[in-house]
């Protein structure tokens, strides 16, 4: 396959230098689909073609597992040159260990500018890039438009946080479910939170809360989150028990048309109709996505155009030599990402990539993230684990009127101060 001209120049020398020797770059995923495993397999062969003396070697470990071997993985002699990563705090502390190196000033401008900004700020740490994003993910409304129709509701017209809150209630006085939520597992109900946070805070909110500035979690833009999800949960928009409803129980049922909305990312298309009583839900003649409601009045300016999802992409090692980096630029050239997208194997985050992609849903998504002014990671991710774990009980307390706003952002203070 052909590389891009930028890559070809900053790379000719080594490539020159190095085509004799004999390099293996080790990779280390979490397990994918048989599908995105052939793709990556048909990128390491052309690499391969292009450089004699490289072996590009995949290794495939179940998803729990995965991140329980990586730590000793890296603490060790036997680590992956390249690994997959969710960024976040995960990828911070991996810096902070010196079990990554920064990779920016190895890669051409040309190549950066091909991804959002938000994609390179998930893989950045104190300014440096230490990994590069493969996909991105968003958490959007679904829209069964058959029931809202039904009940006199226009979604295109749902904006703002009480524009939906409206709707909830116009939606009930016609006797439809306003929302299906899976409230067991309880991370569904912290999309409602996160997203309310950013919204209310901006984009810097989040990392602002981190570093301990402007009260930290416990800052106001997290108690008017938590004020407005109650505005929410007042108006009683779950199915009836909603807290004992899984994850996977809540997505069939929105496919059998059991409510009007969804709040669930992207990755939802196709395992909401595999759910479903009919295994085939709603057409999509039925179905719609709607950005996740802005609020009139925020705290602070800038979360409007913000977005809540997950980037997931790559990181490099510590020891890894040059050519691994050269060949992950090489995996995530346009090209290769287009084919992705082609496949239908996930969202590509490269600019322009996304053009490839027939699924008219992926579409709308891509297009989101591509013109958001800042992604924020799953907070239950992008928090590390005990603080995410400490996210979603409170989202789940919040949605059962068993905690405070206060002392719910208080809570999430708490258990950052002792991760």
């Known amino acids: 396959m052909k590389r891009s001209l930028a890559l070809a120049a900053l790379f000719g020398a080594l490539s020159a230098t190095s085509a004799f020797a004999q390099t293996e ?4 995923r979490a397990a994918t689909s048989p599908e995105q ?3 990556y397999e048909g990128i390491a062969k052309a690499y391969e073609a292009e450089h004699d003396g490289v072996t590009i070697t995949f290794e495939y ?3 729990e597992a995965y991140k329980a071997k990586l730590p000793t993985l890296l603490q060790s002699d036997a680590r992956p040159d390249i690994f997959y990563s969710w960024g976040g705090q995960t990828l911070l ?6 079990f990554t190196q920064p990779i920016g000033e190895m890669l051409p401008q040309e190549f950066l500018q091909t991804i959002p900004e938000a994609g390179l700020n998930a893989y950045t740490v104190d300014g440096k890039l230490y990994g590069l994003p493969l996909y991105a993910t968003e958490v959007v409304v679904w829209v069964n438009t ?4 039904k009940a006199g509701v226009d979604h295109t017209a749902i904006k703002t946080w009480d524009d939906f809150l409206s709707a909830v209630k116009t939606l009930k006085e016609a006797g439809v479910t306003p929302i299906i939520a899976g409230g067991q597992d309880k991370w569904p109900l912290h999309f409602y939170w996160s997203y309310l946070a950013v919204r209310e805070g901006g984009p810097d909110v989040v990392t602002n809360a981190m570093a301990g500035e402007s009260g930290g979690f416990e800052n106001e833009a997290f108690v008017e989150a938590g004020k407005d999800f109650q505005e929410l949960i007042e108006l009683e928009p779950f199915q009836a028990g909603f807290m004992g409803t899984t994850y996977e129980t809540a997505s069939g049922m929105f496919a059998d048309g059991a409510g009007a909305f969804h709040v669930m990312g992207d990755w939802d298309y196709l395992p909401m109709r595999e759910r479903s009583t009919s295994g085939e839900g709603l057409p ?3 179905l719609a996505i709607m950005t996740f ?3 009139s009045d925020p705290v602070s300016e800038g979360g409007d155009q913000a977005t809540l999802g997950g980037i997931n992409g790559w990181a490099v090692s510590s020891s890894a030599e040059p050519e691994a980096v050269d060949f992950l630029a090489f995996m995530l050239s346009e090209e290769h990402q287009k084919e992705a997208a082609r496949q239908q194997l996930f969202i590509p985050i490269v600019k322009g990539a996304g053009e490839a992609l027939e699924n008219p849903f992926f579409r709308e998504v891509s297009q989101h993230i591509e013109a958001s002014s800042y992604h924020q990671i799953f907070l239950d991710q992008f928090l590390g684990a005990s603080v995410g774990a400490t996210v979603n009980d409170i989202s789940a307390d919040l949605a059962q009127g068993a905690v405070s706003p ?9 258990a950052w101060d002792f991760r």
Do not use: F, H, M, R
């Open 25 to 28: 770059i080790n990779i280390l």
């Open 146 to 149: 058959e029931l809202t129709k």
């Open 37 to 39: 495993e052939a793709y």
């Open 61 to 63: 470990v179940a998803n």
């Open 406 to 414: 206060e002392d719910a952002a208080a809570q999430v203070q708490e």
């Open 93 to 98: 502390e991996q810096a902070k260990a010196g």
């Open 293 to 295: 409601p802005v609020v």
């Open 284 to 286: 999509d003649s039925q």
